[in-house]
C-alpha cells in the first residue's frame, strides 16, 4: 500500500476556503509534517528582506463587533442598534491607548500586539473609486464599485482595487510586476506565494504566483521506484507538447511552473528544522501562517528579498447565529495572528514582515430576523508588524446611526471613509513601490488626489 | 500546428475491451468492432457519424427494450429505487445504491452500430461520470438519441436516509455517511446521466455539509437526482423548500422581522445572484446586456434583495408528518418534508419583485413563494444563466454564443411551448454540433478541466475499481476516497460557501478564457494531483482494488506497448490520444519487463498531462 493518502481518517474534517481550498490541508493525508524547514543559520539572509502577509477573512467580517465603541454614550448606542447582537461592555477587550474602542472578546493576542505597539486598527476601509458621502451616493453623483454587497465582487475588487471584479490583475501581482526587476534577482520562486490557492490578488500581467498547500513541500509521491526518475521525466516531456487547445495549454504552463517550484521549495527546505514558536493546531489559518514562517526562515536558500504572502479564513458570511460562530473565526485569527507575530520575532524578521487583513466587507449594523447580520460596506482592518505604528486607529470610525451621514442605506451599511486602494498603497509603499511606480500599481488611486497613504507605516 | 492522431487504437478494442464485466456477452464485441470505421482519424472530416440522433429510427426497438433490460441487470439485488422516496420521513436503511460497477449487458446487440466510438466515450465523458469499457460498448450499441432516452428513463437511484444510529466507521458524524452514499452512486449508479446532472445542480444549488448536517444532505441530493429531468421550476420549488437549503441560506426561521430588525437576505440574494439570473442582465446567447454607456445593466438592486426576503419570511421545519407546525420557529428538525409555513410569522406587506411584480398585502407564505419563484423563473436572463452553466459542467467551459443561444432556445420552449423542460435542455446541451463536433476533428477548442471528483471517478471506473469493504448497509464502504479529493479542494457537497467549489466567473491568470474548474487549479493542486494518479495508477486506493498486474486483461494487452497505449487511449481519451504523446508512452514503457508495470505508468502518464486533465 503506497498511497500517500492512506492514513487520513476518513472522518477528519477540514474547514474549505472560499475558492481557496488547499488551505487548511495541514490534515490531509499523507501531507508532511511540519519539522522540515529552518533559518538555514549558515546561509546569510538578504539584509533588506521585506514581507507583506495578506489574512483574507472570507464571507465578509462583522466589523462592527470587532472593533466596539466603549465610552459610556458610544457603547449604548451600539447596544441600541445592535439589539440581539450587542456584545456585553464587560467583556470587551480594552485598549488603554484608544480608551473609546474595545475589542471583541475572542481577541486577546490583538489586544496584547495593539497595546503594546505592534499593532493598529484601520477603520472604516472599504472598495471606492472617490471620496463618498451619503448624500452623493443617494443621487448618483459618485462612481460606485460594481456590484456592492456581492461577495465575489466585493472579494476580488479588494484583491484588485480596480473599478470591478473583471480585471484580470491583483495588486500583489501588480507589484510583482513592477518590482521583479529591481528585487529578487536569481530566486528560484515567484515574488508571490499563496498558501490558501488561486486567488486573484496574486496574478500580475507578467507574473503568476506560486502555490504552496501548508505542510506539503516535497513533491508528489511515486511508487515505481528506480524507474521514477523516468516515470517524472516522461510526465515532464508530456506537458511541452503544444496541442493547439486552449485550456490544455493553459494547463500545461501550470504544469510546467508546478514542477518547477516543487523542486525549488523541496530543495531550500530540504534540510531545515523547526520552528521554536509553538502554532495553535486545529486552526487553518495558524497552518497557513506557520507554512508562511517557515518558507520565509528559508528565504536567502529560495534567494528572495520581497515576498508577498496570501493567507485566508472561511466563514465570516454570518447571516445567522453569528455571536458563536463568529467568537470561534476570531479566536482562530488572534491566535494564529500571535503566533505568526512571534515566529517572525523568532526569525529576527519582525520589523520586515507585516501582515494585514482584509474581506469582502462588514455587515449590516442592524441585526436580521434570525440572529445575524448581512452584506455591508466599510469595515474596520488589523496590521500587524513591528514597523507598524501600532498603539493607534488610522481613518475615521463611522458615525452608528441608522440613515446616518455614513450609511449608505438605512441598516448600517457603512459608507467608507478609507478607500481599499489607499490601504493597499500605504502597505506597497512600505513594501517598496515608490512614487513613480504608484500609479501603474494602482490605477484607482488618482481618485484620491494626494492621500495615497495613511500614518500606520513607520 | 498540424496534428496527427492515432488512427490504430480500435485494433486494441477488438473483442472484449477489458477489464471485469467484459463477460457479458458477444454483443458488446460486435458493437465495438462495427463501429471501428468512424473515429476521425485525421481530425479533418465532418462525417456523420450519428452523434446527434440520426440513429433515431433505431430507437423504437433500442431505447425502450434496453432500458428495462439492461438496468435491471444491473442492480445487484439491493434495489435502485425501491427504498425511501425523498418526501419520506423516515430514516430507512439498507436501501441505499447499487454495489458493483454497472455493467450493463450490452442490450440486445441491435444490430446498428448507431454510435461511433469517439462519440460514444465523449458522450460518456460529457454526461457520465466516466466511460467504461461495458458503457462504452452500450453506447455503441444504440443511437445517442436511444442513449439518452434509456438514461431518462432510468429511475434514481436513492440514497438511504440515514439511521439515528450511524456505523462505527462514520464516527458518529453523518457527513461521512452521506458522502460515502454519494460517492458510490456517482460510482456505481446506473442512473448516470441522471446522477450526473444532479452533481452539476449541486454545483449550482450549492448547500454544504460545513454548515449543514448530513442527515438533510441525503434527501437533498435525492431530490435533485428525482427533479434532474423535470423543470426548471420545479428544481426551484423544491430546492427552495428543502430543509438543506433553508438551512445554508438560512430560509428556515427566517421570520417576519421586528422592530430594528430586516428579514435574512442570504437567499434571496443568492438564489438570484447564484441560482436563477445572475447580477447583470443577460442576453439569450449569455453576453451581458449593456445600457448606452456601454455598462452592464444591474439584474436587481438592494431594495429588490430586501423584498425578496421579506416575501421568503415565515418558513420552518415541518412537523414529523410533514404538516405545518403552530409554533415558530419550529426547532425539531424533519429534514424529509418540504419546509412548513406559519403564517403569523410571513410578513403580509406588499412587496416589488423584478419587472415591477407586485406581491399585494395580506398574500400567504405559499402563495407569495409562487409568485416570487414565477417572478424569477419567467425573468428573460434566467434561460441564458442556466443553460450556460450547465453547458460549461458538462461540455464546455468555452461555448460559443450561439451554443448558448440554441441551448437557451430550447429552455424558452421546448418546442411545445413549455419553458424549462430539462430533457429537452440537456438533449439540446449534448447533442449540439458544438458538443459534438470533437468527436470527428481533434482540433476543436474547447472542454473543461476535470474537477478532482469527476478526475477521481473517472479513473477509478476505467480501471474497474471496486470497494473492497464489506458493509452491508451501504452507507459507509465508499467514504474514504473524500480523502483523496480533500487535499484538492473537493468533498462531495463541502464547498466552501455558497460559491461553489470553484467560481463561475473565473478567468485563467493571463487569458481571457473563463474557465471554472481552472479556479482549482495551481501549482500546489497539480503537485498533489500527481500524487492522486500515482495511488490510482497503482491500484493503492485504500478500500479499493483493481487488477493492473501482467496477469490482467491491461497486463496482456501490454505485452505489445502500442497496443495498451492504445487501449488505454480509448479509455480515457476517446481514442484521440495525440501521437506526440503516444509516442513518449510508448518509449517510456517499452523497457519495462514487468507487463503490469507497463500498464501503470502509461495509466499515470495519461492521468497527468494536461491532455487527459482537460477533457475535450
Redesign the interface.
Known amino acids: 500500500?503506497?498511497?500517500?493518502?492512506?492514513k487520513?481518517?476518513?472522518?477528519?474534517?477540514?474547514?474549505?476556503?472560499?475558492?481557496?481550498?488547499?488551505a487548511a490541508?495541514g490534515n490531509?493525508?499523507?501531507?508532511r509534517p511540519f519539522g522540515m524547514l529552518n533559518a538555514l543559520a549558515s546561509t546569510a539572509a538578504p539584509a533588506d528582506y521585506r514581507a507583506l502577509v495578506c489574512v483574507f477573512l472570507?464571507?465578509g467580517n462583522d466589523a462592527n463587533n470587532t472593533v466596539i465603541p466603549f465610552d459610556t454614550k458610544g457603547y449604548a448606542n451600539y447596544s441600541s442598534?445592535r439589539?440581539p447582537l450587542a456584545l456585553d461592555q464587560g467583556t470587551l477587550l480594552t485598549l488603554p491607548g484608544l480608551q473609546n474602542y474595545a475589542l471583541h472578546p475572542s481577541l486577546p493576542e490583538i489586544q496584547k500586539l495593539v497595546n503594546s505597539g505592534e499593532a493598529a486598527i484601520v477603520a472604516n476601509v472599504g472598495t471606492l473609486l472617490q471620496p463618498t458621502t451619503r448624500a452623493n451616493y443617494l443621487a448618483g453623483k459618485v462612481t460606485n464599485p460594481?456590484?456592492?454587497?456581492?461577495?465575489?465582487?466585493q472579494q476580488e475588487e479588494w484583491q484588485n482595487v480596480s473599478p470591478s471584479?473583471?480585471t484580470?490583475?491583483g495588486w500583489a501581482?501588480r507589484i510583482a510586476d513592477t518590482l521583479g526587476s529591481s528585487h529578487n534577482s536569481g530566486a528560484s520562486i515567484p515574488m508571490v506565494t499563496?498558501v490558501a490557492?488561486?486567488t486573484l490578488f496574486c496574478?500580475g500581467?507578467g507574473t503568476?504566483?506560486?502555490?504552496?498547500?501548508p505542510g506539503?513541500l516535497t513533491?508528489?509521491?511515486?511508487?515505481?521506484g528506480a524507474?521514477c526518475a523516468?516515470?517524472s521525466a516522461?510526465?515532464q516531456?508530456?506537458?511541452t507538447?503544444?496541442?493547439?487547445?486552449?485550456?490544455?495549454?493553459?494547463?500545461?504552463g501550470?504544469?510546467a511552473?508546478?514542477y518547477k517550484?516543487?523542486k525549488a521549495l523541496a530543495d531550500a527546505t530540504a534540510s531545515a528544522s523547526p520552528l521554536k514558536t509553538v502554532f495553535p493546531t486545529a486552526n487553518g489559518l495558524a497552518a497557513q501562517l506557520q507554512q508562511i514562517a517557515q518558507l520565509i526562515a528559508v528565504r536567502s536558500a529560495l534567494g528572495v528579498d520581497r515576498q508577498i504572502y496570501f493567507c485566508g479564513i472561511?466563514?465570516f458570511?454570518t447571516?445567522?447565529t453569528q455571536l458563536t460562530m463568529q467568537a470561534t473565526l476570531l479566536g482562530q485569527i488572534s491566535a494564529a495572528i500571535g503566533a505568526f507575530y512571534q515566529a517572525t520575532q523568532e526569525l529576527g524578521v519582525s520589523n520586515q514582515v507585516t501582515t494585514f487583513t482584509m474581506s469582502d466587507f462588514a455587515r449590516?449594523m442592524?441585526?436580521?430576523?434570525?440572529g445575524?447580520s448581512?452584506?455591508g460596506w466599510g469595515s474596520h482592518h488589523f496590521v500587524v508588524g513591528g514597523s507598524v505604528l501600532g498603539n493607534a486607529m488610522y481613518g475615521t470610525y463611522p458615525m452608528l446611526a441608522f440613515g446616518g451621514p455614513d450609511d449608505s442605506?438605512s441598516?448600517g451599511r457603512w459608507i467608507p471613509s478609507t478607500a481599499s486602494v489607499q490601504y493597499a498603497s500605504t502597505l506597497a509603499q512600505w513594501f517598496g513601490v515608490n512614487a513613480s511606480q504608484l500609479a501603474t500599481v494602482f490605477p484607482t488611486l488618482g481618485g484620491f488626489g494626494t492621500n495615497t497613504k495613511l500614518d500606520f507605516l513607520g | 500546428?498540424k496534428?496527427l492522431y492515432q488512427s490504430t487504437l480500435l485494433s486494441a478494442v477488438s473483442g472484449c475491451l477489458l477489464l471485469a464485466g467484459c463477460g457479458a456477452g458477444g454483443s458488446s464485441t460486435a458493437a465495438t468492432v462495427a463501429s471501428s470505421t468512424s473515429s476521425g482519424s485525421t481530425g479533418t472530416g465532418t462525417t456523420s457519424t450519428g452523434s446527434t440522433g440520426s440513429g433515431t429510427t433505431a430507437t423504437g426497438t433500442g431505447s425502450t427494450g434496453t432500458s428495462t433490460s439492461g438496468t435491471a441487470g444491473t442492480g445487484t439485488g439491493s434495489g435502485s429505487s425501491g427504498g425511501t422516496t425523498t418526501s419520506g420521513t423516515g430514516t430507512t436503511t439498507g436501501t441505499g445504491t447499487t454495489t458493483g460497477t454497472g455493467t450493463t449487458t450490452g442490450s440486445t446487440g441491435t444490430a446498428s452500430s448507431a454510435t461511433s466510438l469517439a462519440t460514444a466515450t465523449r458522450l460518456l465523458d460529457q454526461a457520465t461520470f466516466g466511460p467504461t469499457s461495458d458503457s462504452i460498448a452500450h453506447l455503441q450499441s444504440l443511437s445517442t438519441t436511444a442513449w439518452l432516452q434509456e438514461q431518462f428513463n432510468t429511475p434514481p437511484t436513492v440514497l438511504a436516509n440515514l439511521p439515528a444510529t450511524l456505523p462505527t466507521?462514520?464516527?458518529n458524524?453523518a457527513?461521512?455517511c452521506f458522502e460515502s452514499e454519494a460517492w458510490q452512486t456517482m460510482l456505481t449508479g446506473p442512473d448516470q446521466l441522471r446522477q450526473r446532472v444532479a452533481f452539476s445542480l449541486g454545483e449550482l444549488f450549492v448547500v454544504s455539509t460545513?454548515?449543514v448536517s448530513g442527515y438533510a444532505l441525503v434527501p437533498y441530493w435525492n431530490t435533485l437526482a428525482a427533479d434532474a429531468f423535470t423543470n426548471w421550476r420545479t428544481v426551484m420549488q423544491d430546492v427552495a423548500l428543502s430543509p438543506a437549503m433553508g438551512l445554508y441560506?438560512?430560509m428556515i426561521?427566517?421570520?417576519?422581522?421586528?422592530a430594528?430588525?430586516?428579514?435574512?437576505?442570504?437567499w434571496s440574494?443568492e438564489l438570484m445572484?447564484l441560482f436563477s439570473i445572475g447580477?447583470v442582465k443577460l442576453n439569450t446567447d449569455g453576453t451581458a446586456q449593456v445600457d448606452a454607456s456601454g455598462n452592464?445593466i444591474?439584474s436587481y438592486t438592494?431594495a429588490q434583495?430586501e423584498a425578496f426576503a421579506d416575501t421568503f419570511?415565515g418558513w420552518t421545519y415541518a412537523t414529523s408528518t410533514g404538516t405545518a407546525p403552530t409554533n415558530f420557529?419550529n426547532n425539531t428538525a424533519n429534514y424529509y418534508s418540504p419546509m412548513a409555513a406559519v403564517e403569523k410569522y410571513h410578513d403580509t406587506t406588499t412587496k416589488t419583485l423584478l419587472d415591477n411584480v407586485v406581491v399585494n398585502a395580506g398574500g400567504t407564505a405559499a402563495g407569495d413563494l409562487k409568485i416570487a419563484l414565477d417572478n424569477i423563473f419567467n425573468d428573460a436572463s434566467l434561460p441564458p444563466f442556466v443553460c450556460k452553466q450547465l453547458i460549461q459542467h458538462l461540455v464546455t467551459?468555452?461555448p460559443s454564443t450561439a451554443y448558448v443561444r440554441r441551448v437557451t432556445n430550447v429552455f424558452i420552449n421546448n418546442g411545445s411551448g413549455v419553458r424549462g423542460d430539462m430533457k429537452a435542455v440537456l438533449t439540446a446541451i449534448l447533442t449540439d454540433t458544438e458538443a459534438r463536433s470533437g468527436d470527428t476533428n481533434t482540433?476543436q477548442?474547447?472542454?473543461?478541466?476535470r474537477e478532482p471528483m469527476l478526475f477521481l471517478t473517472a479513473a477509478m471506473r476505467a480501471l474497474g475499481y471496486s470497494s473492497t469493504n464489506i458493509d452491508a448497509t451501504n452507507l459507509w464502504a465508499y467514504?474514504?476516497l473524500?480523502?483523496?479529493t480533500?487535499?484538492?479542494?473537493?468533498e462531495p457537497m463541502?464547498?466552501?460557501?455558497?460559491?461553489n467549489?470553484?467560481?463561475p466567473?473565473y478567468?485563467?491568470?493571463?487569458?481571457q478564457?473563463n474557465?471554472p474548474e481552472?479556479?482549482?487549479?495551481?501549482?500546489?493542486?497539480?503537485?498533489?494531483r500527481?500524487?492522486?494518479a500515482?495511488?490510482l495508477s497503482?491500484g493503492?486506493?485504500?478500500g479499493f482494488k483493481t487488477d493492473l498486474s501482467k496477469t490482467s486483461t491491461l497486463g496482456v494487452i501490454a505485452a505489445d506497448p502500442a497496443k495498451i497505449t492504445d487501449t488505454l487511449g480509448v479509455l480515457f481519451m476517446h481514442g484521440q490520444m495525440?501521437t506526440?504523446?503516444r509516442s513518449?508512452?510508448i518509449?517510456?514503457i517499452s523497457g519495462?519487463s514487468d507487463y503490469g508495470?507497463r500498464v501503470?505508468?502509461a495509466t499515470?502518464?495519461i492521468l497527468?498531462?494536461?491532455?487527459y486533465?482537460?477533457m475535450?
Do not use: W
Open positions: 500500500m503506497t498511497s500517500s493518502h492512506s487520513q481518517s476518513a472522518t477528519s474534517r477540514r474547514s474549505f476556503l472560499r475558492y481557496a481550498s488547499l490541508a490531509a493525508a499523507g501531507l472570507y464571507g442598534l439589539g460594481s456590484n456592492l454587497f456581492s461577495h465575489p465582487d471584479g473583471s484580470a490583475t501581482g499563496s490557492g488561486d496574478n500581467a503568476t504566483p506560486v502555490a504552496v498547500s506539503n513533491g508528489a509521491s511515486c511508487s515505481e524507474f523516468t516515470r516522461a510526465a516531456s508530456l506537458v507538447f503544444n496541442s493547439g487547445l486552449s485550456l490544455v495549454q493553459a494547463d500545461n501550470i504544469t511552473n508546478a517550484y516543487a472561511g466563514n458570511d447571516h445567522s449590516t442592524q441585526p436580521n430576523s434570525n445575524g448581512d452584506h442605506g441598516n | 500546428m496534428r466507521q462514520c464516527t458524524n457527513t461521512p460545513q454548515s441560506l438560512n426561521q427566517s421570520g417576519k422581522p421586528a430594528g430588525q430586516h428579514a435574512n437576505e442570504n440574494r445572484q447580477l452592464p444591474p438592494e434583495v419570511t420557529p467551459s468555452t482540433s477548442d474547447g472542454g473543461h478541466l467514504t474514504g473524500s480523502s483523496y480533500s487535499p484538492l479542494g473537493e463541502r464547498s466552501a460557501s455558497v460559491f467549489f470553484y467560481p466567473e478567468v485563467i491568470p493571463g487569458t478564457l474557465a481552472f479556479g482549482l487549479e495551481n501549482t500546489a493542486a497539480v503537485t498533489l500527481l500524487s492522486l500515482n495511488a497503482t493503492s486506493l485504500n495525440p506526440d504523446m513518449v508512452i518509449n517510456a519495462l508495470q501503470r505508468v499515470y502518464l497527468t498531462s494536461s491532455q486533465k482537460v475535450h
